[in-house]
Nanobody, 117 residues
Framework: QVQLVESGGGLVQAGGSLRLSCAASGSIVSINRLGWYRQAPGKQRELVATIANGGNTNYADAVKGRFTISRDNPKNTVYLQMNSLKPEDTALYYC???????????WGQGTQVTVSS
């Protein structure tokens, strides 16, 4: 199994930056893809960005050019650098991983990001 723990959320003014971290533990070698999702109050959880084992990345249109996903394999950590933050980026941000032969899915507990106008 894989366990994920997020950190780095907080309160920031519009235009500011934050970096989220997600530390993975457990069956690290079986991870196929890591990603970040977010859920704002009253809305469905949505994809923010993903990064595959080969390094290929994918971003939601709403964050392209502002957010960058990266991973540090020796530290078993995935990051989300968020720049030019907007109030509409306010949400609970979740780390996500697919792992194993059958692409099992696991989630972290979430970290709150609040952007004030």
């Amino acid at each position: 199994q894989v366990q994920l723990v997020e950190s780095g959320g907080g309160l920031v003014q519009a235009g500011g930056s934050l970096r989220l971290s997600c530390a993975a533990s457990g069956s690290i070698v079986s991870i196929n893809r890591l990603g970040w999702y977010r859920q704002a109050p009253g809305k469905q959880r949505e994809l923010v960005a993903t990064i595959a084992n080969g390094g290929n990345t994918n971003y939601a249109d709403a964050v392209k050019g502002r957010f960058t996903i990266s991973r540090d394999n020796p530290k078993n950590t995935v990051y989300l650098q968020m720049n030019s933050l907007k109030p509409e980026d306010t949400a609970l941000y979740y780390c996500n991983a697919y792992y194993g032969r059958y692409y099992l899915e696991t989630w972290g507990q979430g970290t709150q990001v609040t952007v004030s106008s």
